[in-house]
T-cell receptor, first 115, second 113 residues
């Protein structure tokens, strides 16, 4: 068990460009969550998957954001036409729903800077 | 909607001092409560959790008790170390909301030798 991994760890892009982040969850975990964390704030929920189905999207997730989890394994988060306000740490977490209240395990995050 | 409120930081303590970080919550259901810690340059790590009223979570000398009557989950440690310097986040999740975590704003702790 190598934990949750995220790539890249850092991304610098120019405004208007598209970016894609990847998350590899813990192998037996069926739920995968995406959060966004800005400086000095707690993480905010963006979206989550159970297996390959995307079950909820936050109001924070504008039309420029899209997430996928093909085959219920890794997930990608794409931001189209990036804006400076998208600069943040993007966190991925995974969990297993076999227990009543599952525990989410977080990856190291991808830090995005939009110039 | 559900929310979590933490005491504001930063908190600066001397080594071996007693630590309390206050956390209160608002929830419509019966949440589970968590403390996560974020060390400089690292991701979030689960520190402890409690899933029902009066449960006490504990780990690495840290403790927190789920108090339904005061809707609180304060984090305590009897003797802090320099290595405890980090940002601490209180969070809740409810099963009927898909288990998503709702976080407080975080409290930065700095422990001086």
């Amino acid at each position: 068990d190598t934990g949750v991994s995220q790539n890249p760890r850092h991304k610098i892009t120019k405004r208007g460009q598209n970016v894609t982040f990847r998350c590899d969850p813990i192998s037996e975990h069926n739920r995968l969550y995406w959060y966004r964390q800005t400086l000095g704030q707690g993480p905010e929920f963006l979206t989550y998957f159970q297996n390959e189905a995307q079950l909820e999207k936050s109001r924070l997730l504008s039309d420029r954001f899209s997430a996928e989890r093909p085959k219920g394994s890794f997930s990608t988060l794409e931001i189209q036409r990036t804006e400076q306000g998208d600069s943040a740490m993007y966190l991925c977490a995974s969990s297993y729903t076999g227990q009543y209240q599952e525990t989410q395990y977080f990856g190291p995050g991808t830090r995005l800077l939009v110039l | 909607g559900d929310s979590v409120t933490q005491m504001e930081g930063p908190v600066t303590l001397s080594e071996e001092a007693f630590l309390t970080i206050n956390c209160t919550y608002t929830a419509t259901g019966y949440p589970s409560l968590f403390w996560y810690v974020q060390y400089p340059g690292e991701g979030l790590q689960l520190l402890l959790k409690a899933t029902k009223a009066d449960d006490k979570g504990s780990n690495k000398g840290f403790e927190a008790t789920y108090r339904k009557e005061t809707t609180s989950f304060h984090l305590e440690k009897g003797s802090v170390q320099v290595s405890d310097s980090a940002v601490y986040f209180c969070a809740l999740s409810t099963y009927n909301q898909g288990g998503k975590l709702i976080f407080g704003q975080g409290t930065e702790l700095s422990v001086k030798p």
